[in-house]
């Protein structure tokens, strides 16, 4: 089965801190991504990969960056969080290739709270 | 890609067959039609896909209509741990898998 695990389940950080959010997946996966997820909103992509050292801004960039050195490792950073950036965050990884019938794996999620 | 208009909330019966419908007016020729449910406190999960035939896994079967303009998600019996939210989602085309989830439908199964 694949696995997408996320570092931790609940996070709680203070304004200005940088926070790092690490996303491994098993599988091998060329592709990974990022969203939040907020009450009313759905699910938002921030940032995805394709390939190692390759990402692509997503709907709702602002704030963040990733970072992507490994194949297996996605990393979402807040470099000076703040109370706005408050929400669940996902990670999720795709079947290798590019088509449209791509299925997307997700991780467990991380409840970051900003304070 | 196109958007998708799914019913806010749904209930049911358990092991009784639930159908979640979806409408896609505006879907192209090249889009694939996904589900993906999100139980409670948990990541979403892919369900089922389909692009003109009716599709049958062993989680759902996906039924589409003849002019692709809506489908449903039927699930044949169920049970409560299919509470969840269920999206709708088209892909069609955009490179690197990427998908744009809508506000799905919440499903409630009652006992």
């Known amino acids: 089965d694949v696995k997408v695990t996320q570092s931790s389940r609940y996070l709680v950080k203070r304004t200005g801190e940088k926070v790092f959010l690490e996303c491994v997946q098993d599988m091998d996966h060329e592709n990974m991504f990022w969203y939040r997820q907020d009450p009313g909103l759905g699910l938002r992509l921030i940032y995805f990969s394709y390939d190692v050292k390759m990402k692509e801004k997503g709907d709702i960039p602002e704030g963040y960056s990733v970072s992507r050195e490994k194949k297996e490792r996605f990393s979402l950073i807040l470099e000076s969080a703040s109370t706005n950036q408050t929400s669940m965050y996902l990670c999720?990884?795709?079947?290798?290739?590019?088509?449209?019938?791509?299925?997307?794996?997700f991780g467990p999620g991380t409840r970051l709270t900003v304070l | 890609d196109a958007k998708t208009t799914q019913p806010n909330s749904m209930e049911s019966n358990e092991e009784e067959p639930v159908h979640l419908p979806c409408n896609h007016s505006?879907?192209?020729?090249?889009?694939?039609i996904h589900w993906y449910r999100q139980l409670p406190s948990q990541g979403p999960e892919y369900v089922i896909h389909g692009l003109t035939s009716n599709v049958n896994n062993r989680m759902a079967s996906l039924a589409i209509a003849e002019d692709r303009k809506s489908s449903t998600l039927i699930l044949h019996r169920a049970t409560l741990r299919d509470a969840a939210v269920y999206y709708c989602?088209?892909?069609?085309?955009?490179?690197?898998?990427?998908?744009?989830f809508g506000q799905g439908t919440i499903l409630t199964v009652h006992p």
């Open positions: 999720a990884s795709s079947t290798p290739g590019r088509g449209v019938t791509d299925t997307q794996y």
């Open positions: 989602i088209l892909h069609g085309g955009t490179s690197y898998g990427k998908l744009t």
């Open positions: 505006t879907i192209s020729g090249t889009d694939y």
